[in-house]
T-cell receptor, first 114, second 116 residues
Framework: NAGVMQNPRHLVRRRGQEARLRCSPM?????VYWYRQLPEEGLKFMVY????????ESGMPKERFSAEFPKEGPSILRIQQVVRGDSAAYFC????????????FGPGTRLTVL | AQSVTQLDSQVPVFEEAPVELRCNYS??????LFWYVQYPNQGLQLLLK??????LVKGINGFEAEFNKSQTSFHLRKPSVHISDTAEYFC??????????????FGEGTQLTVNP
């Protein structure tokens, strides 16, 4: 079984450009979480989605960031007008329906903003 | 809301020595507890989890952790480490719920370095 897939693995953007990060959850998983890891720090929760619904976006910056998980296709984390402070590793995790099911993490997308 | 404190940012040990990585948490609700390992430039892999029941939890790669409710701790231990255990270790908590998903709150991580 394929694990959680994220692409691209590395993404370089110039300030002001848009970044789109994609996450395909494990087969049968309907819950997706996005986390951000800044250099030398732990992971910080950003957003929790189920198919077509945002369940908890309390960790998302108020501006420039958005996320979706459509009925078909991967979950997308979108960052508009990127700034240097957005440089980080962005991890997606997926789980089955219950919270005590393990969250399986993807390999991450490393975003570098020049 | 929950918070997690990992008391040591770096732990150097020699191969075959025992190791303990410390984790304390705070929460106003019941929690589930997790330890994850991250190898360089990779995602996180679950080592073990505590949901309920026995407070001593055994995980993969010979690791174990003990949940101490009175001290709000969940320390990770291994009796004899290998070079291959060198990695970053993260303690995490989530609000306990049997019916809904819940985000993980992570500590800042502990870098374990095993020297020959």
């Amino acid at each position: 079984n394929a694990g959680v897939m994220q692409n691209p693995r590395h993404l370089v953007r110039r300030r002001g450009q848009e970044a789109r990060l994609r996450c395909s959850p494990m087969k049968g998983h309907s819950h997706v979480y996005w986390y951000r890891q800044l250099p030398e720090e732990g992971l910080k929760f950003m957003v929790y989605l189920q198919k077509e619904n945002i369940i908890d976006e309390s960790g998302m910056p108020k501006e420039r960031f958005s996320a979706e998980f459509p009925k078909e296709g991967p979950s997308i984390l979108r960052i508009q007008q990127v700034v240097r402070g957005d440089s980080a590793a962005y991890f997606c995790a997926s789980s089955l329906i219950r919270s005590y099911n393990e969250q399986f993490f993807g390999p991450g997308t490393r975003l570098t903003v020049l | 809301a929950q918070s997690v404190t990992q008391l040591d940012s770096q732990v150097p040990v020699f191969e075959e020595a025992p190791v303990e990585l410390r984790c304390n948490y705070s929460s106003s609700v019941s929690v589930y507890l997790f330890w994850y390992v991250q190898y360089p430039n990779q995602g996180l892999q679950l080592l073990l989890k505590y949901l309920s029941g026995s407070t001593l939890v055994k995980g993969i790669n010979g690791f174990e952790a003990e949940f101490n409710k009175s001290q709000t701790s969940f320390h990770l231990r291994k009796p004899s480490v290998h070079i291959s255990d060198t990695a970053e270790y993260f303690c995490a908590v989530s609000a306990a719920s049997e019916t809904s998903g819940s985000r993980l709150t992570f500590g800042e991580g502990t870098q374990l370095t095993v020297n020959p």
